[in-house]
Every structure is written in structure tokens, then in C-alpha cells.
């Protein structure tokens, strides 16, 4: 009896120590500016303990819902497993959530920003040039929360530990804990949490996938998309050495090194010319390291001009990439995949081998083939990992894609030795014109196309329109007639096109057409053309995101010569030319098809 009185008091008091020892202290309102990036000195909580946190302003677009909004610092582990802290942001409709039970949360793992802290997607944000801002503000339109972790390396005085895939992994699972922990937020730890990445954090959310079950169990995780995926390292590696993305390999090597300093140790590898392309990729953002880095190999930076495969065969290098491999863990939550056909950064073939491991292990995926190159694919993708996002929410079952007679997808990319050249291969073309003196708008047919080879190497564009045949009721004179019309294209469409730093994307050109009046009301009546071609400029200045969402849109106003050839060519002249004709032209990207 006096063991048991005794042992009581003791009980209580180590259960009281244990939970002081293990739970961190409460979160502190954090401080402006860059001194919020500055880490603890050390870490005594657990994985997904939020540190502190502050209210912030995030610009998404003149079309972004209203959101409340706040950047954290909270506790995740890296991937040998120790404590570390990452900053990110937590995002909110201010509406309310019109769903059924708690406002469901969307953990966005961002593809590559670069390695200097002015890159760090929580920085971007507030500066309004985060390039993924398209594909956050349409989840937080579906009313979802929306939580971006930065991954670790962006505090101050740190190095991203770019592909790192445990890291980032737990990084995107930690935030959702973390965000809950913010006062007034109004954010559960068990809401329906979905994952969405894509490129790096297609690398990041399949690793989330993998590693939920044992490193963040209670999560209620009801789903994940990972698009554009690196699922075998040496095999991307390969694929990226001396390319038109080598900037992705080189700044893989610098963040594994920086995880991994024992086994990838730069200082002894690099010579001189990789010291300083070191030093200056850790001051540059994706799109600057991306045309600085174009087509050099890694052999190029390193003693003795020691090749990729050389370094590979190093044992403990080559542990260190396999690391990074994904497959080896069933994924126990339905996923989506996606990949570009066109990919000239990613190989497709690669992730499809990701899929067929993940089959095997008998887990529930499904697989999209978009028709497009890397950065088309990440923002096309959008509306359907929205649309089966809603599906995980609402508690539909999954369709798995993992028996299917498709054939295997074969990449289509462009050479991705040389110029960056992005090609639109008959897109869809949603265009009208607007008739000044009718007041009446000319749908062009649906089967409209747009071709073009954008060299945003060399900055120049070149495409040509298709248009078939095709007729309309305008009204002549108060006449409604059926007018058949032909658009022929006049030479290539020619221009320039550049993307800079920012992500913004910048085309500038012109197509010239002959516009035909081949009947009246289904009788010929020769061939009243206009005199001269008509000259549409195409000028575009917004974010690259817009190649991918159907927003590229080049719209303005022109002037149609005089028409001449037929017997009514006086008439269709006075309703039909002139100055202040309008016209849209919206391009839009192909349809995915399973596999």
C-alpha cells in the first residue's frame, strides 16, 4: 500500500515532465520582416509543432478570392532524420466553407523556386511573383485551405535541401499540424487533407504519400496528386546532364550535398568553375538559374572534369541518389498521377515505371497523359486534380487506371539538347471577331487551330492559324443572312516571345490572313476578298501559368481592307471594313487521355 501511494505521486509528476519535454512551448507571434526567417537556436518539440506564426498579405491575382493568411515556423525532420524548421504559408477563404463537416485542406508542395531565400514560395507570395499562384487561387475559389510549406533551407543563413525527397516530404505533412496550432485560424488537424504537387512537388507529395502512414498517421488524408513526377534520380539525372534543364540537376546536387555533406561532400568535388556556379545559384530563382545553367554538363564543374556516370559509380554517391528513388512503399490513400507526353525536363517513361511499382503493391492509382511539355502540364492539369479532389472530399470512390489496354506512353519532347522551345502543335483555338459597323460577333468554328514553335531561347515565334470553311447569320442591311466565310493565313505568324525571371511570359507578334465572302444566304458569289491581308497583333504579357489554364489570350482591335471580287463588293465593304474591328483569339491546350 505505501509502494502504491508512493508510486502514484511519481507517475503524475513524470507524466507531467514528459509532457513538458515533449511538447513545445506555446507558438509566439513571430516578427516582421526577415527576421522571421530566423530559426530557432534549438528544437525540443516534435515534428509539426508550430513555432511561431504571424499574419500576412499574399497577392494571387486580380482574380483570387478574398483569403486570410499567415506565415509559420514550425518543427519538421529532415531526411536522416533530424529536427529542423521550415517556414511556409497558410492560406483561407475569408468565405465560409458551404461544404459538409470542416473546411477541407489542400497541402500545395511547389515545384522549383531556386536556392536563394528571396525564392522561398512564402517571399513570392507576399510579392505577388510566386509562378504557381494560378494553381493555388483556384483551390482556395473551391473554397479549400491551401497550406505551401517552403521546405526547409529558406530561414536565414540555410541552404535549401533541394530534392531532398524525405525532407520535403514530411515538410508538406507537418504543415497541416501546424496550421491548426495558428489562434483563430479555424483549422482542424483531422480535416479531409488532400496533397497536390507537381515537378519537385510531384518528388515531395509522393513521398508524403509514402511516408503518411508511419511518420504521420493520424492525418486524414484522402488523397494525393503528383504530376510530373522524378521518380528515378540517376535516370532524371542522365536525362538532365548537359540539357536545356541542366539547372535542375546542378541545383539537385547542391541541395542533396547540403542534406547529405558526408556522402556528396562539393568542396572537394567542385573546382573553381563549380564553386562559383555554386556561389551564384545560391543567389538566383528558378527562371534566372534555368537560362544561366542551359546545356552545361555536370562534368563541367567538377575536379578532373569527373563525369556524371564517374560520380554515379561512387558507392556513396550513388546510395544517396537511389535514396531519392520513389516505388518502394504502397501508397495507401487513392492517387492521381499525370505527366506531360512532350516533357522535356521529366522523362514521361519514368514516372510510368513509378506507376507500375505502385500497381504492383496493389495501391489505387490513376494515370492522365497530357499532351503537352513540363510547364504546360503543371497548370492544364489543374481543373481535373481540382475536379478529383472534390471527389476525395465528398467521399466518392476512386477510379484506378492500374488494368488498362492504353498504349504506353512514348515521350514526344522536343530535343532537350539546345534552345528551350516549347510547341504548340494544333491547339485548340477559341477566337471571334467583332464587325464594328454590324455590332455582330463572328464565332469562328471550334475546330479552329494553332500552331507555333516558341524559341524562348532565341525569343522568337513563329505559328500559322487553321481555319476551316465556315459560314454564319449576320445581319446585312437588317437582312439576316447565311454568309460563307474563308480565313487564309498569309505567310507564318512571326514574333518574339521571353520569359522572365518573374515567371512572366512575354510574346509579341503578328499573323496576317486574307478574309474570302464565298456566299450570301448558300449562293456563291465568287470570291470578295479583302485587298490586302488583315494584320492581327498577337501581344500576351502575363504568367506562364496562363500557356497551361486556356488564359493565353491575345485580343485587340484592327482594321479590315476593302473587299473586292464579286458583285457586292461595294456592300460588304461598307458593313464589313474599316477601322476598330475587334477580335479574340484564346489558345487553349489539347485533352489528356488515360493510361
Known amino acids: 500500500m505505501i509502494t502504491t501511494i508512493l508510486r502514484k505521486p511519481a507517475l503524475a509528476m513524470a507524466a507531467i515532465a514528459f509532457a513538458v519535454t515533449s511538447a513545445y512551448a506555446a507558438p509566439t507571434t513571430g516578427p516582421s520582416g526577415i527576421a522571421f526567417y530566423t530559426a530557432p537556436a534549438s528544437l525540443t518539440g516534435t515534428h509539426g509543432d508550430l513555432i511561431s506564426y504571424r499574419t500576412a498579405t499574399v497577392n494571387l491575382g486580380a482574380n483570387a478570392p478574398a483569403v486570410k493568411a499567415w506565415n509559420v515556423l514550425y518543427q519538421s525532420t529532415d531526411s536522416v532524420g533530424a529536427a529542423n524548421a521550415v517556414t511556409g504559408t497558410v492560406i483561407v477563404p475569408t468565405t465560409a466553407w458551404a461544404g459538409t463537416g470542416e473546411r477541407p485542406i489542400i497541402s500545395y508542395a511547389v515545384g522549383t523556386h531556386?536556392?536563394?531565400?528571396?525564392?522561398?514560395?512564402?517571399?513570392?507570395?507576399?510579392?505577388?511573383?510566386?509562378?504557381?499562384?494560378?494553381?493555388i487561387a483556384a483551390a482556395l475559389k473551391a473554397g479549400y485551405a491551401v497550406l505551401v510549406t517552403d521546405y526547409a533551407g529558406y530561414t536565414t543563413g540555410s541552404t535549401p535541401t533541394y530534392l531532398a525527397g524525405a525532407s520535403q516530404g514530411n515538410a508538406v505533412l507537418d504543415i497541416v499540424r501546424a496550421a491548426s496550432q495558428v489562434p483563430s485560424v479555424?483549422?482542424?488537424?483531422?480535416?479531409?487533407?488532400?496533397?497536390?504537387?507537381?515537378?519537385?512537388?510531384?518528388?515531395?507529395?509522393?513521398?508524403?504519400?509514402?511516408?503518411?502512414a508511419t511518420y504521420a498517421p493520424s492525418l486524414n488524408l484522402v488523397g494525393v496528386a503528383a504530376g510530373g513526377t522524378p521518380a528515378d534520380f540517376i535516370t532524371t539525372a542522365k536525362y538532365l546532364d548537359g540539357s536545356n534543364g541542366a539547372s535542375f540537376l546542378f541545383g539537385g546536387v547542391v541541395g542533396l550535398a547540403e542534406q547529405y555533406p558526408a556522402a556528396i561532400p562539393l568542396n572537394t568535388l567542385a573546382n573553381a568553375t563549380g564553386q562559383a556556379a555554386i556561389a551564384r545559384a545560391k543567389?538566383?530563382?528558378?527562371?534566372?538559374?534555368?537560362?544561366?545553367?542551359?546545356?552545361?554538363?555536370?562534368?563541367?564543374?567538377?575536379?578532373?572534369?569527373?563525369?556524371?556516370?564517374?560520380?554515379?559509380?561512387?558507392?556513396?554517391?550513388?546510395?544517396?541518389?537511389?535514396?531519392?528513388?520513389l516505388g518502394s512503399t504502397?501508397?495507401?490513400?487513392?492517387?492521381?498521377?499525370y505527366?506531360?507526353?512532350?516533357?522535356?525536363?521529366?522523362?514521361?517513361?519514368?514516372?510510368?515505371?513509378?506507376?507500375?511499382?505502385?500497381?504492383?503493391?496493389?495501391?489505387?492509382?490513376?494515370?492522365?497523359?497530357?499532351?503537352s511539355e513540363h510547364i504546360v502540364t503543371q497548370f492544364q492539369a489543374a481543373p481535373t486534380v481540382l475536379t478529383w479532389f472534390g471527389d476525395r472530399f465528398n467521399g466518392k470512390g476512386a477510379t484506378s487506371s492500374c488494368l488498362t489496354l492504353s498504349a504506353f506512353p512514348k515521350s514526344t519532347a522536343n530535343p532537350n539538347k539546345g534552345n528551350f522551345v516549347v510547341s504548340l502543335k494544333s491547339w485548340p483555338l477559341v477566337a471571334n471577331v467583332g464587325l464594328k459597323t454590324l455590332g455582330q460577333t463572328v464565332n469562328l468554328p471550334t475546330t479552329s487551330t494553332f500552331t507555333a514553335e516558341t524559341d524562348i531561347t532565341a525569343q522568337r515565334l513563329t505559328g500559322t492559324l487553321s481555319v476551316p470553311n465556315f459560314s454564319q447569320s449576320i445581319k446585312i442591311l437588317g437582312i439576316g443572312s447565311q454568309v460563307g466565310m474563308k480565313i487564309t493565313p498569309v505567310g507564318d505568324a512571326t514574333g518574339t516571345v521571353s520569359l522572365d525571371n518573374d515567371g512572366q511570359l512575354h510574346v509579341h507578334g503578328l499573323v496576317k490572313a486574307d478574309i474570302t465572302i464565298t456566299s450570301l444566304s448558300g449562293l456563291p458569289i465568287g470570291s470578295c476578298k479583302t485587298v490586302t491581308p488583315v494584320e492581327f497583333p498577337i501581344n500576351f504579357d502575363g504568367p506562364i501559368s496562363s500557356l497551361g489554364n486556356g488564359n493565353l489570350n491575345f485580343s485587340g482591335t484592327t482594321t479590315f481592307p476593302q473587299l473586292k471580287g464579286c458583285g457586292v463588293s461595294a456592300i460588304l465593304t461598307a458593313v464589313m471594313s474599316g477601322p476598330g474591328q475587334t477580335y479574340s483569339f484564346t489558345v487553349k491546350p489539347p485533352a489528356p487521355r488515360k493510361f
Open 114 to 135: 531556386g536556392l536563394a531565400q528571396p525564392c522561398a514560395p512564402s517571399l513570392q507570395l507576399a510579392g505577388g511573383t510566386d509562378y504557381e499562384t494560378a494553381n
Open 186 to 212: 479555424g483549422l482542424s488537424a483531422t480535416a479531409k487533407t488532400a496533397i497536390w504537387g507537381y515537378s519537385q512537388g510531384g518528388q515531395s507529395a509522393s513521398f508524403a504519400a509514402e511516408r503518411k
Open 283 to 325: 543567389n538566383q530563382c528558378v527562371f534566372e538559374a534555368l537560362f544561366d545553367l542551359m546545356n552545361h554538363s555536370l562534368s563541367e564543374y567538377t575536379v578532373g572534369n569527373q563525369t556524371l556516370d564517374q560520380l554515379v559509380a561512387v558507392p556513396a554517391i550513388n546510395a544517396t541518389l537511389k535514396a531519392q528513388d
Open 330 to 337: 504502397k501508397v495507401t490513400v487513392p492517387l492521381y498521377q
Open 339 to 371: 505527366h506531360g507526353q512532350a516533357d522535356e525536363f521529366i522523362p514521361i517513361e519514368q514516372h510510368v515505371e513509378l506507376k507500375r511499382k505502385y500497381c504492383a503493391k496493389f495501391s489505387n492509382v490513376y494515370f492522365d497523359v497530357y499532351p
